[in-house]
């Protein structure tokens, strides 16, 4: 990676000339961005959902479940990329075992916080109901964990958004591509623009989920 | 397996263990790279977060102040950083740190929230003076939130510092930027193999010195690492 030399005063933090041409180099990273996001979060999900559960209900994978993501947690990204580079190449693979991984933690948590915030007395009147255990995990467990699963999803999404950038690394990085661009170039404008787009996503997606919860669950208000 | 033997291999030579390249020099570049950012942002946000959680005001802020890091691109920043101040420590100093700040006050003002109102209010009632009140009670029972809070922020510090590398700098950051450029996977992999190492045991040591803070009277309640208020991911 050549380093760029030094800050050239003459150029503006914003060229809005050059902005204005080049619209859909950003709207093109945009759409990568959202994508790399989105896989994470719908791998995340359906990855942390049976875990989560499975250490609610055997409370000896628990900890376990939670240590060893856990660890992979505090592995920085750059060398979690690093370390797949050798196996999997500059691909999409790479970045997203990385990034599903690190949902994972943040999703599986609050899968197992919300479940176990279900009252027992909830839980009683569903089993003398004549809920079978899957039909009560369907219908009663998981939907009044939704509010904290919801919060996961929120924390995941807006914490994925920003490591996306860092995937530039490795070919992909929507919006990061053109920090790395700016960077390379010496040239503020792309970095600028795309350091505030990925910011203005971050917010505006949990912006988003926050008014999606309280559609989908109006009785527990969004925190 | 053929490539694992090569970065064994690596890891064995002396070379690399000297040198202004070797990974002596490197980790200590990078350690040095995190101790300051994690020091500066602690005597800014830890301040903030206590005064904040003490007085129980501007709660939103200080909650939101994590939202809103975390939303934050620290590879974006790196760069802005070094565009505005160029070569050397201080662009990624001033990176690291403003990155290190939000999760020290959002964990420093819930620790100081967490305080129990009935002792806090024992404690007024035996006489304490509103400063006596914060040093002697307050703050020893926040330590261990507290403490989860730097323990968050030196994790993603040291995380982060490895980006340096981008933008010219030191640290170990340097063996996997120019492992990617030499297209050298061994040195690519024996650079990130060190980064996630010292990022754990930097997990590791700050839960250890975490339990060791705890006061005597604490630890009989609750002897496990206290659960972060906030979970935080930059790099």
């Known amino acids: 990676m050549p380093a760029a030399l030094f800050l050239d005063v003459a150029d503006p933090w914003i060229n809005w000339t050059w902005l204005s041409t080049h619209v859909p180099l950003f709207a093109d990273a945009l759409q990568q961005h959202i994508t790399l996001t989105a896989i994470a979060i719908v791998g995340g999900l359906i990855l942390s959902l049976p875990l989560g559960v499975a250490a609610h209900r055997w409370r000896t994978l628990r900890n376990p479940v939670l240590g060893v993501f856990g660890i992979f947690y505090t592995i920085p990204s750059l060398a979690l990329f690093a370390l797949l580079v050798p196996y999997t190449g500059l691909s999409e693979t790479t970045a997203e075992v990385g990034l599903i991984g690190y949902t994972v933690l943040i999703l599986v948590r609050n899968v197992i916080v919300g479940l176990e915030s279900v009252p027992a007395d909830v839980l009683d009147a569903a089993d003398g109901m004549g809920y079978r255990p899957l039909a009560r995990l369907l219908r009663i467990e998981l939907p009044l964990a939704l509010p904290a699963i919801m919060a996961g999803v929120r924390i995941a999404t807006v914490t994925t958004i920003g490591l996306v950038t860092i995937t530039a690394i490795i070919g992909l990085g929507g919006l990061g591509q053109l920090i790395l661009r700016g960077l390379i170039e010496n040239f503020h404008t792309p970095l600028v623009v795309a350091t505030v787009l990925s910011i203005a996503l971050a917010l505006v997606a949990d912006l988003a989920l926050a008014g999606a919860q309280r559609l989908a669950i109006p009785w527990a208000r969004a925190e | ?235």
Do not use: C
């Open chain 2, 1 to 235: 397996m053929d490539f694992l033997g090569s970065v064994v291999t690596w890891f064995t030579e002396a070379g690399h263990w000297s040198g202004p390249d070797g990974i002596v020099q490197r980790l200590a570049e990078h350690v040095q790279l995190s101790a300051e950012s994690v020091a500066v942002g602690a005597l800014i946000a830890l301040p903030v977060g206590i005064a904040l959680g003490h007085y129980g005001r501007f709660g939103n802020v200080a909650i939101n102040v994590s939202n809103v890091g975390r939303a934050v691109p620290s590879f974006g920043i790196l760069v802005i950083a070094f565009q505005i101040f160029g070569l050397g420590d201080l662009p990624i100093v001033i990176a690291l740190a403003a990155l290190a700040i939000p999760p020290m006050v959002t964990n420093s003002y819930v620790a100081l929230r967490e305080v129990d109102p009935d002792i806090k209010e024992a404690a007024r009632g035996m006489g304490y003076r509103e400063l006596a009140l914060l040093l002697r009670v307050e703050l020893p029972l926040a330590v261990p939130l507290v403490m989860a809070g730097i323990r968050t922020s030196a994790v993603q510090v040291v995380a982060t510092a490895t980006l340096a590398a981008i933008i010219a700098g030191g640290g170990l950051g340097r063996y996997i930027i120019d492992g990617f450029a030499q297209q050298d996977y061994t040195k690519l992999f024996a650079g990130a193999v060190l980064v996630a190492v010292l990022a754990t045991a930097t997990e590791l040591s700050l839960a250890a010195v975490e339990r060791l803070l705890v006061p005597r009277g604490m630890r009989l309640l609750r002897t496990p690492t206290a659960q972060r208020a906030a979970t935080f991911k930059t790099a």
